[in-house]
């Protein structure tokens, strides 16, 4: 009798930074449903703890956060060898152009405004660069 191989299918790990508790909730039971494993940070602070422990394949990103806002947390992330090339998406309810500059000037790789998508929208987008 042959034995089958175990295949070992690791789920994509995405660290959800976002300061909203409903917000935070619904993006984690739609990105679960999607097949993501979530890390979830409610501040900017609590985000650079996950990683300091664990490696996200990306990160979803707020910018408006009370203590280090989400600009200050990428120019950190962006400073550390480890972490520099962790692929990042803004999703946040402004999107001044100079925001959107600075943003790209620390190489995220999209930046959403919230109330230009659904949840379910921005889910897809993030699924595009984590295959």
């Known amino acids: 009798m042959k034995k089958k191989k175990e295949e070992k ?3 994509k790990k995405i660290l959800v930074i976002e300061d909203e508790p409903p ?4 993006i984690e039971i739609k990105l679960k449903k999607e097949g993501f494993l979530c890390l979830l940070a409610e501040t900017a602070e609590a985000g650079l703890k996950i990683l300091e422990k664990e490696r996200p394949d990306l990160i979803w990103l707020d910018l408006l956060m009370p203590g280090m806002g989400g600009m200050a947390f990428l120019e950190a992330i962006r400073q550390r060898p480890e972490w520099s090339d962790i692929p990042v998406v ?4 402004s999107a001044s152009p100079e ?3 600075l943003a790209f000037g620390f190489n995220v790789v ?3 405004v919230k109330s230009q998508f659904q949840l ?3 889910v897809k987008r993030i699924g595009s660069f984590v295959k």
């Not at 803004?90 to 309810?93: A, K, L, P, Q, T």
């Open 9 to 11: 299918v690791s789920l």
């Open 90 to 93: 803004i999703v946040s309810v």
């Open 23 to 26: 917000l935070r909730e619904a």
């Open 99 to 101: 925001k959107v500059r």
């Open 110 to 112: 999209d930046y959403l």
């Open 120 to 122: 379910s929208d921005i």
